[in-house]
């Protein structure tokens, strides 16, 4: 339902801010939000093109764990902070495994298999959510149309899964770093540890506002030993990178996130192997699972490209960065932080177009300078929320977001926030 209204907002956004600029003498700006809708629905399809090879390997990959039996060990391995996380998840359950690899992926960079990881954990969660519902009608407690209605609503589970997401946690932003180098910074890697602890800030942040609104006791030790020990590892990687200069610190992170990939895709094909497992079939299998879950995020991802992409065309972003600059001013406020705004506003909404005012503002005020640091730094700490929510939520059917948007947003403002006052502690 919130996604409904953002959707219908984004329109009508757009249609005042036309005819305001129609109005004072741009008479073409119809002409280049009709443009904006034909190219990204071009866009979108493109999209969901790209990911079909990636969707049809990693899914293939993760059919042939299952089979061999890796994902259902690791999810026992997890068992013990994932039951508290993720309360609904029953002990062992698949899904703890590809909840698992996807937030793996997605610290490391990964963006190809997280995504495809993601969809798989979603497709596990969806069946937990019908088995559930199918239940209910058995036993008389619903009806058909309940039912229906139920199956089409987000789970608790997915709503900290997809916050989890939207967060962002990247331990490695290889590259941002490599966008840096390309737009001539003496120090490429001299945003890694801003956006290390902003990302980080993203994602706590995300996981207390969740726990808060399914009331999920964070203070019970395996909990507080988990963040405790995340906290340690994030202060142990900053060290280590620290202590490289800028060409290694590219290449070790580069060598690392790859050899982890390749390491996981080995393991499950010699699990299955070792169990005996047709591996080739089951790759067969998951990967035409892979092909259809493709086809079926087209519609929104269509969707939600159009109505950002007409916001856009309309200049309303434009507008926005006008009226926040004013604030900031008319309270005595720094204002060298909105340069680099667009790139935080646009980034919940397109991860292509936030890349794009990243590099907009590299080149429009320098590399090294504070807008361009800042604009890196908010590239990196948070996910591309409104996508997320729409391919995740879309492959499985869901309509009903229930709380993911507003804890999705939050946790992408906490991200914002942390980055505007971490770049102030580093370059300000």
Not at 116 to 134: C, D, I
Not at 224 to 242: K, M, P, Q, Y
Not at 390 to 417: E, N, P, Q, W
């Amino acid at each position: 339902m919130v996604l409904n209204y953002i959707w219908i907002a984004f329109f009508l956004l757009a249609a005042v801010c036309a005819i305001v600029q129609c109005l004072g003498g741009n008479t073409d700006i119809f002409a280049d939000i009709i443009g904006s809708t034909f190219d990204n629905s071009k866009t979108a399809f493109e999209i969901s093109l790209g990911l079909t090879g990636v969707l049809a390997l990693w899914m293939g990959v993760m059919k042939v764990g299952e089979r061999g039996g890796l994902v259902n060990a690791l999810s026992r391995m997890l068992s013990p902070l994932f039951v508290r996380l993720f309360p609904d998840i029953p002990k062992g359950h698949p899904a703890t495994g590809h909840i698992f690899m996807n937030i793996a992926a997605n610290m490391l960079g990964l963006d190809n298999a997280a995504t495809p990881l993601g969809l798989k954990a979603m497709e596990s969660m969806q069946q937990l959510n019908t088995e559930h519902n199918a239940a209910m009608l058995r036993e008389g407690k619903i009806s058909c149309s309940q039912m229906e209605e139920l199956n089409a609503t987000a789970t608790n589970p997915m709503i900290m899964f997809l916050v989890l997401n939207t967060s962002g946690l990247t331990i490695i932003p290889v590259s941002i770093m490599v966008y840096r180098a390309q737009m001539g910074a003496a120090q490429p890697t001299d945003v890694f540890v801003p956006i290390l602890l902003a990302t980080f800030a993203a994602t706590l942040m995300g996981v207390v506002i969740v726990s808060l609104f399914q009331k999920i006791n964070l203070l019970r030790p395996v909990l507080l030993l988990t963040l405790g020990g995340l906290c340690t590892l994030v202060a142990s990687i900053i060290w280590a990178f620290s202590q490289m200069d800028e060409e290694t610190m590219n290449t070790v992170s580069t060598m690392v996130a790859n050899i982890i990939l390749f390491a996981i895709i080995l393991s499950f094909i010699i699990a299955g192997a070792v169990k005996k497992v047709n591996v080739y079939e089951a790759f067969i299998e998951g990967a035409k699972e892979g092909f259809s879950t493709a086809v079926r995020v087209i519609p929104y991802l269509v969707a939600i490209l159009v109505a950002i992409g007409v916001f856009r065309a309309s200049g309303g972003m434009d507008i926005l960065m006008s009226a926040i600059n004013r604030c900031v001013e008319a309270c005595g406020g720094n204002t060298d932080f909105v340069a680099a705004l667009p790139t935080a506003i646009m980034k919940p909404l397109s991860g292509s177009g936030a890349r794009g005012m990243m590099v907009d503002a590299m080149t429009t005020y320098g590399a090294d300078s504070f807008a361009g640091r800042l604009a890196c730094i908010f590239q990196g700490s948070t996910d591309t929320t409104f996508y997320i929510l729409a391919v995740y939520f879309g492959s499985v059917g869901i309509r009903k977001t229930r709380h993911a948007v507003a804890c999705g947003l939050m946790a992408d403002v906490a991200g914002i926030l942390a980055a505007i006052a971490i770049a102030y502690m580093f370059f300000g």
